[in-house]
């Protein structure tokens, strides 16, 4: 089967910087994607790896390590506006469709 | 505006009900997806279509009908629904059928009384 896990909440301070950790189980990789969802909205893209390392996008960044079946998301200078839930999702092979984690719901505090 | 837009965005609908959801793309992408998202549950693919063909049906029940008449209009006819349908559904669409991000309407959030 496939497994994706998250925390299920996370809170943090305005100005911080948070981590939000994902663990995979899967048949197969073929990549990893960070979503955001505001509540009462659509999820949007955050990040994608594929390769070991770090991806940084302004104040997001997204690690990856395919051998321990590891992501994070790091969200640095955290806003009031970060506050959502954050989807991690992965593609076990080729086409196959994205298997989706529950999903942290983060809430920053003034 | 997150170029897939979904109508209506609510629905309550009686367990003998016939409705119909709508999801309209503008972003020219070729690949259409139908997903169900519950509270405390992962998102949840119910259908795929590339091209206007069905390539994945996740094991929905026959009470929901997709239908995708062009690669821009994608449907999802609900009939005869159970109160454990009441989700929000999700339309996306992407590309291709890769590992090109996915782009999501709002949703529209079905209550079934």
């Known amino acids: 089967g496939q497994n994706i896990d998250q925390p299920t909440e996370m809170t943090a301070t305005e100005g911080a910087i948070v981590q939000i950790n994902c663990t995979y189980q899967?048949?197969?990789?073929?990549?990893l994607f960070w979503y955001q969802q505001h509540a009462g909205e659509a999820p949007t893209f955050l990040s994608y790896?594929?390769?070991?390392g770090l991806e940084e996008k302004g104040r997001f960044s997204s690690f990856l390590s395919r051998s321990k079946g590891y992501s994070y998301l790091l969200l640095k200078e955290l806003q009031m506006k970060d506050s959502a839930s954050y989807l991690c999702?992965?593609?076990?092979?080729?086409?196959?469709?994205?298997?989706f984690g529950k999903g942290t719901r983060l809430s920053v505090i003034a | 505006e997150t170029g897939v837009t979904q109508t209506p965005r609510h629905l309550v609908m009686g367990m003998t009900n016939k409705k119909s959801l709508k999801c309209e793309q503008h972003?020219?992408?070729?690949?259409m997806y139908w997903y169900k998202q519950s509270a405390k549950k992962p998102l949840e693919l119910m259908f795929v279509?590339?091209?206007?063909?069905?390539?994945e049906n996740n094991s929905v029940p026959s009470r929901f009908s997709p239908e995708c008449p062009n690669s821009s209009h994608l449907f999802l006819h609900l009939h005869t629904l159970q109160p454990e349908d009441s989700a929000l559904y999700l339309c996306?669409?992407?590309?291709?059928?890769?590992?090109?991000?996915?782009?999501f309407g709002n949703g529209t959030r079905l209550t079934v009384t």
């Open positions: 996306a669409s992407s590309p291709q059928t890769d590992n090109s991000p996915l782009h």
């Open positions: 899967t048949s197969g990789f073929n990549g």
């Open positions: 790896n594929v390769l070991d």
């Open positions: 999702a992965v593609r076990p092979s080729g086409n196959t469709p994205l298997v």
């Open positions: 972003l020219g992408h070729n690949a």
């Open positions: 279509y590339n091209f206007k063909e069905q390539t």
